[in-house]
């Protein structure tokens, strides 16, 4: 395979322009209002593939959001490279923290992007990351390079939990029948430190809701003499965690899968400065769980943190009330053999114990999946590391990511195969947060290096 470098350089313009007309749709899937942008997003993904290559492109109806479904078969002796991302942003809100608007993409140069980054939602997650595959197979149906079969699977629920896309998965094992899942939605450590994402967390997504009174009271009139809800939720959330931050739930370690030392001492030799780290995000000192470094709290053992808090009177000034109800939203982040099922009803059941007679407690689950773990020693992984050599000239380093794409785990499970994370994104690049963006060279050097897995892999599977 040529290197598409020159390539890319030429049509450099174009893919960034490319890029931000698709960044400028708002496809945000958690808000119902932006319906009519989303699945103008779907078409709008559609009709790219159509002009990347794909022989055959579908809108695919789901209970949901549609998946955008595309394959160029060429030979059906030769291998399939299934790629999958997600077309759906997250909601951009806190607006007021942007410095520009969020889908309005800007490009501008930070420290660490002297090339210049794309400012937007979703520039990083998903849409760039996503349309670096749609490029990459314009690269090589362009120049008469593809070397194996592919297909592509783009749904727009992934920041909702993905529910639709495990409905239509289960639906087309032989639709989506492949050698191989290829997904650039991660992250890698530093542009001059290539990283292969090895694992995912797992996820349990709850909802709590606390009442006390059957409606507000006179803080005066009532007050000291009934729960108030809020506190006792706060004094529920902080009785999670132990004086070392250890979770408290009973059972919720049960399954943990646990490192050995030569794997904890191998994950340490990554290169990480805690320094720069607490300096990045404006910190005095970390914190986290006792006898475990901050690379092993964010990736291999398990958390729950509250995303969300409310109730009462949030108003201009004060009013004196007790409220009726409090609410909070939980996340749980899982590692391998932790079920997000039985962590859920572990949560549940221990919630429900905890909380004092004088409230009632309602336990809503959202979302979940189960976390995902690659080998390293298949070829799979090797095409990835061959990519990487060729494109960025050092071998990368395998990492185990703390995020969470929860479908990685049921393709498993239902298509039986395994999934390469090739991420070229960075922490600093602010996904989920104001003012998200993705450096043009993580961009055009993802463009490059996924031909070059196209090509190991075709080449290894021989
Ligand atoms: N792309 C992210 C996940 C991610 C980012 C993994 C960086 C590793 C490194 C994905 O879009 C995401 O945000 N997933 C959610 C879970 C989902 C069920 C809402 C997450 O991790 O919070
Ligand atoms: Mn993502
Ligand atoms: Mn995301």
């Given at each position: 395979?040529k290197?598409?470098?020159?390539?890319?350089?030429?049509n450099?313009?174009?893919?960034?322009?490319?890029?931000?007309?698709?960044?400028?749709?708002?496809?945000?899937?958690?808000?119902?209002?932006?319906?009519?942008?989303?699945?103008?997003?779907?078409?709008?993904?559609?009709?790219?593939?159509?002009?990347?290559?794909c022989?055959?492109?579908?809108?695919?109806?789901?209970?949901?959001?549609?998946?955008?479904?595309?394959?160029?078969?060429?030979?059906?002796?030769?291998?399939t490279?299934?790629?999958?991302?997600?077309?759906?942003?997250?909601?951009?809100?806190?607006?007021?923290?942007?410095?520009?608007?969020?889908?309005?993409?800007?490009?501008?140069?930070?420290k660490?992007?002297?090339?210049?980054?794309?400012?937007?939602?979703?520039?990083?997650?998903?849409?760039?990351?996503m349309?670096?595959?749609?490029?990459?197979?314009?690269?090589?149906?362009?120049?008469?390079?593809?070397?194996?079969?592919?297909?592509?699977?783009?749904?727009?629920?992934?920041?909702?939990?993905?529910?639709s896309?495990?409905?239509?998965v289960?639906?087309?094992?032989?639709?989506?029948?492949?050698d191989?899942?290829?997904?650039?939605?991660?992250?890698?450590?530093?542009?001059?430190?290539?990283?292969?994402?090895?694992?995912?967390?797992?996820?349990?997504?709850?909802?709590?809701?606390?009442?006390?009174?059957?409606?507000?009271?006179?803080?005066?009139?009532?007050?000291?003499?009934?729960?108030?809800?809020?506190?006792?939720?706060?004094?529920?959330?902080?009785?999670?965690?132990?004086?070392?931050?250890?979770?408290?739930?009973?059972?919720?370690?049960?399954k943990?899968?646990?490192?050995?030392?030569?794997?904890?001492?191998?994950?340490?030799?990554?290169?990480?400065?805690l320094?720069?780290?607490?300096?990045?995000?404006?910190?005095?000192d970390?914190?986290g769980?006792?006898?475990?470094?901050?690379?092993?709290?964010?990736?291999?053992?398990?958390?729950?943190?509250?995303n969300?808090?409310?109730?009462?009177?949030?108003?201009?000034?004060?009013?004196?009330?007790?409220?009726?109800?409090a609410?909070?939203?939980?996340?749980?982040?899982?590692?391998?053999?932790q079920?997000?099922?039985?962590?859920?009803?572990?949560?549940?059941?221990h919630?429900e114990?905890?909380?004092?007679?004088?409230?009632k407690?309602?336990?809503?689950?959202?979302?979940?999946?189960?976390?995902?773990?690659?080998?390293?020693?298949?070829?799979?992984?090797?095409a990835?590391?061959?990519?990487?050599?060729?494109?960025?000239?050092?071998?990368?380093?395998?990492?185990?990511?703390?995020?969470?794409?929860p479908?990685?785990?049921?393709?498993?499970?239902?298509?039986?195969?395994?999934?390469i994370?090739?991420?070229?994104?960075?922490?600093?690049?602010?996904?989920?947060?104001?003012?998200?963006?993705?450096g043009?060279?993580?961009?055009?050097?993802?463009?490059?290096?996924?031909?070059?897995?196209?090509?190991?892999?075709?080449?290894l599977?021989?």
């Amino acid at each position: 395979m040529k290197s598409a470098k020159p390539y890319t350089q030429e049509n450099k313009d174009r893919f960034l322009n490319e890029l931000i007309e698709l960044l400028k749709i708002p496809s945000i899937s958690a808000d119902p209002s932006y319906k009519e942008d989303v699945l103008k997003t779907a078409e709008a993904v559609k009709t790219a593939l159509e002009n990347a290559g794909c022989d055959k492109v579908e809108i695919c109806e789901t209970p949901g959001y549609p998946i955008v479904y595309g394959e160029k078969i060429i030979d059906k002796n030769l291998p399939t490279v299934l790629v999958y991302g997600h077309y759906d942003v997250q909601p951009p809100d806190p607006l007021e923290l942007w410095d520009s608007p969020p889908f309005e993409p800007v490009i501008k140069k930070t420290k660490t992007h002297p090339d210049g980054a794309i400012f937007a939602r979703g520039a990083c997650d998903d849409k760039g990351q996503m349309y670096m595959h749609v490029k990459a197979l314009e690269y090589m149906t362009s120049t008469n390079q593809l070397p194996c079969n592919v297909k592509f699977m783009i749904e727009g629920e992934e920041e909702v939990g993905s529910s639709s896309l495990g409905w239509f998965v289960k639906r087309n094992h032989e639709k989506l029948s492949n050698d191989i899942i290829l997904i650039s939605d991660t992250g890698m450590i530093a542009k001059d430190v290539p990283s292969i994402t090895t694992g995912l967390r797992g996820l349990s997504y709850v909802e709590v809701e606390v009442t006390g009174p059957n409606r507000d009271l006179h803080s005066g009139l009532y007050g000291g003499a009934v729960a108030n809800p809020i506190n006792i939720l706060a004094k529920m959330i902080a009785s999670l965690h132990d004086e070392n931050n250890h979770i408290t739930i009973p059972g919720f370690y049960e399954k943990v899968e646990e490192l050995t030392k030569e794997e904890r001492a191998k994950m340490a030799e990554a290169p990480f400065s805690l320094e720069n780290y607490k300096k990045a995000l404006d910190i005095a000192d970390v914190y986290g769980e006792k006898g475990y470094t901050t690379n092993e709290r964010n990736s291999i053992r398990p958390t729950l943190d509250v995303n969300g808090i409310w109730g009462g009177y949030i108003g201009e000034g004060a009013k004196t009330v007790i409220p009726s109800k409090a609410y909070a939203k939980i996340s749980m982040r899982l590692v391998p053999n932790q079920d997000w099922e039985e962590i859920t009803q572990l949560f549940t059941n221990h919630f429900e114990s905890i909380a004092p007679k004088a409230v009632k407690v309602k336990v809503t689950p959202h979302h979940g999946g189960q976390a995902y773990v690659t080998p390293i020693d298949f070829i799979g992984y090797k095409a990835a590391e061959k990519a990487y050599e060729k494109t960025f000239g050092k071998t990368p380093i395998p990492q185990r990511s703390g995020g969470s794409i929860p479908i990685v785990a049921l393709f498993e499970k239902e298509l039986k195969s395994k999934t390469i994370l090739m991420g070229f994104g960075l922490d600093s690049d602010a996904i989920h947060s104001p003012n998200e963006h993705y450096g043009i060279w993580n961009y055009l050097k993802g463009i490059e290096t996924i031909p070059q897995f196209f090509h190991f892999f075709t080449e290894l599977k021989k």
